[in-house]
Nanobody
Framework: VQLQASGGGLVQPGGSLRLSCAAS????????MGWYRQAPGGQRELVAS???????NVAGSVKGRFSVSRNNAENTVSLQMDILKPEDTGVYYC????????????????WGQGTQVTVSS
């Protein structure tokens, strides 16, 4: 099972970016998909996640500015980031809880490679 993230980059304050992530491999079900981030010198923190049923969990610091969505058929998750602030700078990691094949396998936690988001003028 692999997670492949794309997007990120440098943007000015107030700008927008979109991150995308795709899960691939021998997958039975992708239970949860989402994004964490880690600021320089900081700990990794949850940004937003979405369950297979569509329930979302969005961090208070980004609520109203970021939105998370997923495509269950394609096992992808996206993070739309609007009104970006300098404090949103960090490495963003795609995350998923996945139940792999074969039937009866236990779910595991998977991480994609980090993608840098820099908000600066």
């Amino acid at each position: 099972v692999q997670l492949q993230a794309s997007g990120g980059g440098l943007v000015q304050p107030g700008g927008s970016l979109r991150l995308s992530c795709a899960a691939s491999g021998s997958i039975m079900r992708v239970n949860v998909m989402g994004w964490y981030r880690q600021a320089p010198g900081g700990q990794r923190e949850l940004v937003a996640s979405v369950t297979i049923g569509g329930a979302t969990n969005v961090a208070g610091s980004v609520k109203g500015r970021f939105s998370v969505s997923r495509n269950n058929a394609e096992n992808t998750v996206s993070l739309q980031m609007d009104i970006l602030k300098p404090e949103d700078t960090g490495v963003y990691y795609c995350y998923a809880e996945i139940t792999p094949r074969p039937w009866g396998s236990l779910p595991g936690h998977y991480w994609g490679q980090g993608t840098q988001v820099t908000v600066s003028s």
